[in-house]
Structures are given as C-alpha cells and as structure tokens.
C-alpha cells in the first residue's frame, strides 16, 4: 500500500473501538433446549409456517415458506418437535409469530454436507446458484438482512461490474466478521468467486479496514490463489461499512440518492454473506447458524460463537460467563447501530452479529441541552445532510421540510448524535421523520 | 414656496388618482364570483380551523358545505364536530336545509395501562414522541397495544383538552374535548376513539385494546380484557362483541344498562359519571381509592347538568365496580 | 439486576459536550487576558472579573425570575460572553457602563431570544456596539498600553492606530505623514498599541485560533475567508494609491479584526452553518469592514461588520447546503 489508506469523503466519525474479542477464536455454542425461531427475520415480508405443531424436524429441513418477493426461507436450526407455532416476542418487545422447537438431539439432513473438505470446485451455472442461494434462506448477514438473491438479480437494464466484499465491521465492539475472515477466509472467497460467477462479473474487491493488519493481510495472502479478487485497505472511519460509503472509499463511484448500489454498477455482500453462500452451494448447507460476538466492557470473557438461528440470548450471556452485574441495557448488534433488546429471552436470528452488554453507567443518554448551531452534525454526516435541520423539522411536524431536504437518505448511521455536544437525540426524531415522510410519499403513490 | 406645495400636492394627488382608476379597472376584470352564503356559513363556523370535518380550515368546510347544497340539496357527510349541532342547525338555516341531529361525541382513551396496571419492566429513553416509540419498541409495561404515554395526542390537540395524567402517565379527556379527531389521527395505536357523549355525559366502554389472548394479555397488565366472553353473553341489546379476544361496545346499541361492568372479570369496561351503586360485597382493598374520585365526580355532575355537550369531567382515573 | 433501558441507536455518545466546547473557547482566550492584564494592568482585572461576573448574575436572574426554567449558567456560555466584552472596550471604562454592557448582553442580544443557541447577533457585539452608541467618549478613549513593568499604570489615553489614521486622512494628511505616528508591525504583534482590552496583541489572538482549530471547536472556513478578503480588497486600495489608502498588513494586525476574525465571526450560534455558507460570510465580514474603515464614520468596522452579516445568516443557510451523497451538484433535487 502506497500513499493515503482510501476512505469515503463526506462527514464520519471515529468512534472508540473496544474490539475486545478480536482474539478469541469462534467457539462453538452447545445447542440450546429450545429454539424459538421467529418468521419475520429478514427485511421485507415476513415467513410462512409450513410446519404444524407436534411435527418431527432434522436441521436443515425447510420449516417455512418466503412470504413474498423480498422475504426468505427458514430452515430448522435443530432436530427436534415442533412445540407451538404462536406470538413470539421479538427484539423490540413485539410479539409476532415464531415456532417453537424442543431440541431432540442433533440429527441433520442427509443432504447436507457436514465434512470439513473445502470443495473447490464450482459446479453450479450462476443461474443454479441464484436458485439454490434462494431456496437455502440466505439474507444480508451485516444486519440489514435483505434476502441475498434479490441483490444478485440486476433489474431488466442494469448490470454489475463489481462485486465488493464488505469486510470492513466498522462498528466498535463487533469482531465477527474479523474472526471469520481469520478463520475461514478460503471459505469466503470460494464464496466471492461463487457469487462473482452468479453476477457475472470479473471483479471483486474485499475492502476490509486497517484496525484488523491481521486480517487484511491473511486474505490478501490468499486471495492470490483466486483470479479477480483483490484485498483492499481502508482507512478506519465509521460509518464505512455502510453499502454507499464503502462503494465510494474503494471505487470513488456515487451512489445517486434514492437509488441502489446496482446503479454504479455494484453489488456489496458481507463476509459472513459470502461464508454463507460458500455453505449453500458448495455444501448444501441453509443459513441455520451464524457467528456472533458477545462483548462489553464488563463481560467476563468477551467471545465469538458459533451459534444456531433461534437460541435465546441467555444461553449466550451465559457461555460467556454470565450476565454482569452492572448490565443496563442489551444490545443485538453493534452500539451505533444496534437495537436494544427489551428482554432476554428473544432468539439469535440471522441478522443478529453482536450482543452487547453496557454497564449502567453507560446505558443511559445524557441530559439534553439546547441546540449551539455548532453545526459538527453536519460535519460528520456521512450523506451530506443536515441533521439538525431535519431532527427540528421532524419535532415540529414540518415533514414536509424534512422531505425537501432529503431526510429519505439517511442512513441511520448515528454519527450525528455521537457527535452532538449538546447531546440532542437527532437520530430518533431523523427515524421519526424518515418513518412519517415514508408514510406520505406511499400515500401520494396511491 | 407656495409653489413646491402645490406642486407636491398635486403630483401626489394626481398619482393617487391614476393608482385608483387603475386598481378600479383591474378589479373589476379580476372580479371572481362567490356565493355570499360562503361567508355568511363561514361565519357561523367556530373559526378553530383544526381539520376535525376533514376540510383544510372552516373556510374550506363552508365552501364544500354551499356547494354540497346546491349540488345534492343536502349536508350528508358534512358535520363539524367543534361547533356540533348548534352550528350545524345555523348552517342548515342559512343554506335552507334541514340537517339531522347527531349525537354529541368525544374522544375516549381506551387504555387503562397505568403504571400501576401495567408496570414497567424495562425502561424507554429518547425522544418524546409515540410515533417513533411505536416504531422501536412495544412498550414500557411490555402490552404492544397499550398507551406509550408520550403525548402525540396531547400535541395533537388544539383545544387543550387532552392531557397526560403524570400518575398514570396516560392521557386524559376533559370536557373541552370538541370530538375534531385530531388525537385519534396522532395516536400511533389506535387507543383514541370517538364516542357519543351520551346522556349527562354517561359512558360506559372497554378500556382496552389488547388483541392478544387472555394470558399473554393478563400478564402485562391488569386491567386487559381478556376475551372471555362474559359481557357478551350477559348484554342483552347486542351492542357488545369480542374479536380477536377483545370485547367492544357499540355505542349507538348500549342503553347503558351496566351490566357488562359487572360481569367484566378484569375491570377492562369502565363506566363514568355514573352514581355510585349501592356496595353490594365491597372489595377489599382497592375500593377506597376507587370510591374517592368517583363521588366526587357524582357532585359535580348532579347540580350543573343541562346542555348535552359543554360539561362535566371526563375519566377522572376511575370508575367504579364493586 | 438493573431494569434494561431501551433506547434508538446509537448507544455511545462521543465525549464532546456544550460545556467543553465553552469551556475551550475561554482557555483559547486567556493568552490575549494575560496580555491584557500585562498591559493595562489591574484595571483591565478589573473590567474582565466584572464583566463576567455581570454575565454570568444577570444570566442567573433571568433563567430563575423571568424564564423560569432550568438554570444553566454553568455551561460556560455566559462566561465567553463576559470575556468577550471585557476583550471589547477600553480598559478604563466605568464599572457602572460595564455593567450595563453585561446587561445588554445577556438581556437584550441572549436571552430575550430565548438563551442559548437562540439568539440572531453575537451578545458581545451587540453589547459593544450599544456602548459604542451610547457612550462615545468614554467606548474611545483608549488608555496606551504600558506593561507593568514599565513601571505603574497611569492615565494617559491615546486613539488607536486605525484613528490615528482615519484623523490624519480627514486632515488632509497622506499616509507617509501619517506613518511616523503609528506603531511599527511589531509593536502591533506584541499589543503595544492603543484599543480594547483584547484587541491589541496579534499574537495572543492567533495563539488561541490554533488552539481552537486543533480542538475542532471553529474551523477555518470564516477566519481565512474574512481575512483574505481584507488583504485582497484593502491590497487593491492601496495598490491603486498608497498614499490615501493604509496596506492591508496594517488593516490585518489593528483594531478589532483578529479578534473579530478568530473570536466574534467564529460563534457557533450566529455563523452559517456549513462550510460554504461560512465562506460567504467570511467574505461578507470582510468586505463590510474595510467599507466601513475607509469610508463610513467610525475608525473601526469588524462590530458593525459582524452583526450585520449576523443578520443574513438565516439567508445564508437556507442558501448554502453541504454537498449531498449522490446529488450532483446545481442539480435541482426533486421530491419525488
């Protein structure tokens, strides 16, 4: 690397890092008693039970149909009964359907290639492979959890000349994707190659940030062997990971506002996405298991599991040593971005990449002061808009306002808030604004 | 010296005579016929312009009601619910229609999840908006149905008659409610409904909206109904019907017997401004504190009286069973 | 355990708050107070303490009797205001006009807008000017800087180089007449010349503007826009006829245009709030003050200056928007 690291050019912000469990190795998570395996795990429609109660399950066995054109499949993570198909509360609190299985020991699919063999060898078409990343349930495993097929079929008109990998887990604390690049980068780019072969595209770019030297440079190491695939450094800024900022820090393309990635020709995966569609293709493997970090200052042993879809999040508080003491608020995901959870007893679902547990003394916001005009929100976003702006209009029902200075293209990144000193709470009246603006433009639609 | 006043004076004179031939011609060229009787209902109209009849502003209601009347001969669909039926008779007169009597309305927060019936079990922090605390979590108490408690409504409002109770932390009507619906739009829950007055301000209706089943239900809070059936069975004018585990009263059918308050095994219907029955077998414990606001309530009920619309309390927390 | 708090994200907050930020800009400003105290002595102690002790009383009194609402004095904002002041009259005005000054400041120009972050014009200059106005001879004379040192501190006033200049030029005089009268360069860097408290000493001032831009509290868009623009106009002046028109060196290092430039033009709550409406505003001051300096009334220009682009700075913003992700620039966004 010669010169300036790249990085996207507008606002960001460099929170702490705290990457506490960047060395410990994935471990793999005992099955738990119970799954509790909610259907609305993916952006878009939620899932369809095809299962009844009382129904013997193997992992791996399609337990519930797509619900819609964006939506996906959910295999069972265990082997077991099908305890109750009922409300289920979710991470926020809500309750909506999820099945319920007892655990009955931990018998699989026949079809389902549990050897350790890395194969090679791609032998499905790209239009196989589509097929088969559909039907094995595989989302966005960064968090957003948008089903990963739709992304591999460009609308009617536009293609893709390159596929970047998003290895860059800008968030403080999280080290999933850190530890899977370490400890299964073979997979991963079999991965890449598989869904460069399914867009049909030459390049692909793994971007991964310089906070993690040991793992740029065990990709870069074998990437050598894989033609097209290219390791890149970047310069550690939040919010990189973000699909538009990575795509302007390794290629200086501009995704338009309102419009997708596919429009300059890309197409942004995560690590833990192509690791997924490595286990799909290569190994028939569905998205039953994901890695997950469990961290925070005060956890005893901050760790990485491998961790089946539907365990309660207890059962990972507790292999990593129990709840602390201190503990006063839970978050799935990372701390800018992640949700705090209203409960323990929810499930891992795919979307799920971190746990992380905040002491009492950092749970709570501080107390709010009147704006300074200091305008460092506007600094640091990362979109280019004007937080303060939008969050007032937002408080004051002027949605219109909110509308004509583009609060749609936030990205929920939070680096306005992080950086405001008067510690106003800008994001929750952005998401208040993006939530009833979303409401007017559908309405207009009508 | 003489001069420049004259001068002036005329010159100015003189322009302010050429402005005024000018603006007489394009006034009357850009002349727009209207309806007096626009104005004339206009005028009638409360002047609060809040949007409870669905028209931008009165002046907007007037001109649908004038053309409403030339077109179809009648005022069907077109009420406002500020000025009620006073305004809507002096409407009717102005533009020669008869116009039907409506029963009185007002706004009804159906959730009784006060921090006592509902505690909390985790705790929100952020903005103080219902809207965005619907979009990120269930709830304080944990029911996903119940009342947020932040004061959409209390914003939403512009007659200053619905507040936030910061014992219960949930809103409370009061008699200057004008029923425009303006709360019932801001609630992100659809806890707010607007229901007749009814007959010295006597209502009676299920103060929950939880669709969950009884368990579930029960377990966040103690006054949820629970579905089971009861009030139903034991109304005997129809007006009750449960779906989805959830009991509602029909208002135009409730004669306002009562007896659905007594049956109910959650204490999830409430009735107000009622006299307090004779205590049959007192509950121990949380009578008293019942009895208190409900007595109290009775006194000012019975020596005001008239007027159907402008008066009384509404839900002071409580009402009363035993 | 703890009951969970459930919040939106994000759940870490950066160290920044309203009272650091405060807090920087007064450490930014204490070189130019020790220089101010080093040259005019315990009067200029005495101006400083009172005018931030006024600040930071009436701020008290009309958040506890008038507002009625939480009180926030503590948060530093007053005291820049008070320092401020203090930096912007001559160290040896009555207590009593000081005090009236402090309640200008915080009454009229802060609080009746509503306190922090809501007021239109910077507190300090407003409070300045109304002084200026009010009290033209005690706002002018200026006592000569004399450190302490020297021996004590005495009565002598004198007018400050930009009057020495304005009066010499209304007399007919040319600039190389003028010249022998005023200050070397020098003498301007290190403060031995007459004016306000703050204003004197070049180098103090931009001490502290380092110190704020290394702590991100202001950025450089305005300071540089404004300062460049005075050396661009006033140069040009002077090009054309050095003799009726004083060099842009003179025009950067008198009066009140660095301290204007790093500590007035710079506040958060009434400067634009991007980097290109910053731009704009810089320029703006800049231009005013070298109109106002050779052609209007008074000596001195960077207040009026100020408060005026102060008053645009609603225009500016509706004006000047950050460069958004994925618009092209000129292009008209469309709500769709």
Known sequence: ?446 | MDNIVIIAVSALGGLGLIAAVILYFIANKFKVYEDPRIDEVEEALPSANCGGCGFPGCRAFAEATVKEAKEHKSLEGLNCPVGGNDVMQEVGKILGLEVEQQAPLIAVVRCNGSTANSPAKIQYEGATSCTFAHALYAGEGGCQYGCLGLGDCVDACDFDAIHMNPETALPEVNDKCTACGACVEACPRDIIELRKRGPKERRIFVSCVNKEKGGPAKKNCAVACIGCGKCEKVCNFDAITITSFLAYIDFQKCTLCRKCVEVCPTDAIWEVNFKPRKPKVPKPGAEEVKKVPETKKEIEVAPAEPKPQEDKKEEVPKDNKE | MNMLTVSGSPHIHGDESTKKVMYGVVYAMVPAMLVSVYYFGLDALRVLLLATAAALFFEWLIQKYLIKGPITITDGSALVTGILLAFNVPSNLPSWMIIIGALVAIGMAKMSFGGLGKNIFNPALVARVFLLISFPVQMTSWPKPHAIINGLTDAITGPTPLGIVKEGLDAGKTMSEIKPELPTYMQDLIGQMGGSMGEVSAIALILGGIYMLARKIITWHIPVSMLLTVVVFSGILWGVDPEHYADPVFHLLTGGMLLGAIFMATDMVTSPMTHGGQLVFGFGVGLLTILIRIWGAYPEGVSFAILLMNAIVPLINKGFKPRRFGVKPGVEIKTS
């Open chain 1, 1 to 446: 690397m010669t010169g300036r690291l790249k990085t996207f050019t507008l606002g960001g912000i460099h929170p702490e890092e705290n990457k506490l469990s960047a060395n410990a190795p994935i471990e793999v998570l005992p099955l738990p008693k119970q799954a509790i395996i909610p259907m609305g795990q993916n952006l878009g429609a939620p899932s369809k039970p095809i299962v009844n109660r009382g129904d013997e399950v193997k992992v791996g066995q399609l337990i519930a149909e797509a619900g819609g054109f964006i939506s996906a499949n959910i295999h069972s993570p265990v082997s077991g009964k099908v305890l109750k198909i009922d409300n289920v509360p979710d991470a926020s609190g809500y309750k909506r359907t999820g099945i319920v299985i007892n655990v009955e020991g931990d018998e699989w699919d026949e079809s389902i290639d549990r050897s350790d063999d890395i194969r090679e060898n791609i032998e499905l078409d790209g239009k196989e492979i589509i097929e088969r990343i559909k039907e094995k349930g595989l989302v966005g495993m960064g968090g957003a959890t948008f089903p990963t097929y739709v992304k591999l079929m460009p609308p009617p008109g536009k293609t893709a000349d390159y596929l970047l990998i998003n290895g860059v887990e800008c968030e403080p604390y999280l080290t999933s994707d850190h530890r899977l690049m370490l400890e299964k980068g073979k997979e991963i780019l079999i991965g890449t190659k598989i869904l460069m072969k399914a867009l049909n595209v030459e390049k692909a770019i793994i971007g991964i940030e310089n906070n993690k030297p040991d793992a740029i440079n065990h990709m870069t190491e074998l990437a050598k062997a894989y033609e097209g695939i290219e390791v890149q450094a970047l310069k550690v800024q939040y919010p990189q990971g973000g699909e538009k900022q990575l795509i302007k820090a390794v290629l200086n393309r501009e995704v338009p506002s309102g419009k997708l990635p596919i429009e300059v020709g890309c197409v942004v995966q995560n690590v833990g996405t192509a690791f997924a569609v490595y286990e799909a293709v290569q190994k028939n493997k569905p998205l039953i298991e994901r890695v997950v970090t469990v961290t925070g200052k005060a956890v005893k042993k901050p760790s990485n599991f491998m961790v089946r879809i539907g365990t309660p999040v207890q059962e990972l508080i507790d292999a990593a040593e129990g709840l602390p003491e201190s503990t006063g608020k839970v978050i799935n995901g990372g701390p800018m971005m992640g949700k705090a959870l209203a409960s323990l007893e929810v499930p891992v679902v795919k979307g799920s990449s971190g746990i992380l547990l905040m002491p009492e003394s950092e749970s709570h916001r501080k107390p709010e002061n009147s704006c300074i005009r200091c305008s460092k929100c506007t600094y640091v976003c990362p979109m280019g808009l004007e937080p303060f702006l939008l969050s007032k209009a937002a408080k004051v029902g002027r949605f219109d306002i909110a509308e004509k200075e583009l609060v749609m293209d936030c990205i929920e990144c939070g680096s306005c808030q992080y950086t405001c000193p008067a510690s106003i709470p800008l994001l929750d009246y952005l998401r208040l604004g993006k939530t009833m603006v979303g409401a007017i433009i559908r309405n207009r639609k009508k």
